[in-house]
């Protein structure tokens, strides 16, 4: 609302009515410029002191007040349309978010976008009458080159704030004032709302895998189940498996989720190059529950840890077999399979979890029991071995 058009004179010299910037050009009728009010408003000292007021006419200011209030209440009905919207689709029988389906995730994109937007859209509409039509306009200077302000110049910014606040009728008409608060509060739970997108805590979900006492392993992407034989014959090789499960939901009879916190490596490791750490049960061990030391948990030299790198989660699936070392190729995290997967190198910040295996009556591999650790990424705040 200003601008300094000093130099605006007219020919004889006499200073020309100054345009508000933001507002169109007055008309004579439309500007009410009483002696009374000039002194009123000059009353504002200091560097916001006005030099002109243009006051709307009364039948102006009603008309404003109208269609601001119509719009404050447009952006109320879309703003509570939009929680509504929300919860228009809910979650199938089958417990699934039914805006999976795309022809109706896309109907719930069009309301909920079209509701906020009319929200929005509503208040700023409704403000801009607002300030067009019922506040009154002011010409204010204010000097670049006073910083920081002094007392007084505080003093008179917080009276003409107050006196300003009340100008613009934001006391003195309830009905707009009511409107565009109901607009505000549907906008202000919007948030609130879509934090349900947060979705249900997880529980033990991400702590628990599929594997369980006697389950044997299938290689990853077949239907093939592990026998010892298969890693004799590949000695320091290295062999991605899966739970051996069979849900006819699933192709390889397991699903996605399932997959991916359960895959591990098998690897092969000469007796000889066993450390410490897997022949002996050691503190870290009985800290973290495990009552044998973890080479009871390899069966003739095969060890088999959690694929997923405990960084943030790619597939570790690169094996050096000389070195005995796994390598994530995603930020060359690396784990010493001869060491209980303890970390070499990288930005790794545990070790990749064992899982214990045996073998069963018919010679397949299978698991003893799950992880005694959640695999994956590094949010469970384990110590850097
Ligand atoms: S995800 Fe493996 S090193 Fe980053």
């Not at 009374?36 to 009353?43: R, Y």
């Not at 805006?99 to 994109?109: E, L, M």
């Not at 937007?117 to 002011?138: C, D, E, H, K």
């Amino acid at each position: 609302m200003t601008e300094n058009n000093k130099n605006d004179r007219t020919e004889d010299g006499s200073d020309k009515p100054e345009r508000v910037v933001g507002t169109p050009s007055a008309t004579t009728e439309e500007r009410v410029v009483s002696d009374a009010s000039t002194e009123e408003q000059n009353g504002h000292d200091g560097p916001y002191a006005a030099s002109e007021t243009q006051t709307h006419p009364e039948e102006q200011q009603r008309r404003g007040e109208k269609l601001a209030s119509l719009w404050f209440t447009i952006a109320t009905i879309a703003g509570i349309g939009f929680v509504v919207s929300y919860f228009l689709f809910p979650p199938n029988a089958a417990g699934e978010p039914s805006i999976a389906n795309p022809q109706i995730g896309q109907y719930s994109n069009m309301l909920l976008g079209g509701t906020l937007t009319l929200a929005l859209f509503g208040i700023g509409a409704g403000m801009t009458v607002w300030s067009r039509n019922v506040m009154p306009q002011y010409e204010v200077h204010s000097p670049y080159d006073e910083l920081p302000s002094e007392e007084e110049e505080k003093g008179s910014f917080s009276e003409f704030f107050m006196k300003s606040a009340d100008e613009s009728g934001f006391t003195k008409r309830p009905l707009m004032r009511r409107t565009l608060i109901a607009a505000m509060l549907p906008l202000g739970i919007a948030p609130v709302v879509l934090l349900r997108d947060l979705g249900p805590l997880p529980g033990n979900v991400l702590k628990e895998t599929p594997w369980r006492n006697g389950r044997r392993m299938f290689v990853e992407g077949t239907d093939r189940e592990l026998r010892v034989e298969d890693m004799e014959n590949d000695p320091n090789g290295m062999i991605s498996a899966l739970p051996a499960l069979v849900d006819e939901d699933y192709e390889h009879g397991i699903s996605m989720d399932d997959q991916a916190k359960s895959v591990i490596l098998l690897i092969k490791v000469p007796e000889e190059d066993w450390k410490p750490s897997m022949t002996e049960h050691t503190e870290k061990d009985q800290e973290q529950g495990r009552d044998e030391a973890r080479i009871n948990w390899t069966h003739d030299g095969i060890v088999a840890y959690s694929k997923i790198c405990t960084h943030v989660g790619c597939p570790a699936a690169l094996y050096e077999r000389t070195t005995h070392r796994i390598l994530c190729p995603c930020h060359q995290s690396t784990f010493d399979a001869s060491d209980a997967a303890k970390i070499v190198f990288g930005p790794a910040h545990r070790p990749l979890p064992q899982l214990p295996i045996g073998v069963d009556d018919e010679g397949y591999l299978i698991a003893t029991g799950d992880f005694v650790e959640p695999p994956g990424p590094t949010f469970w705040e384990y110590a850097k071995d």
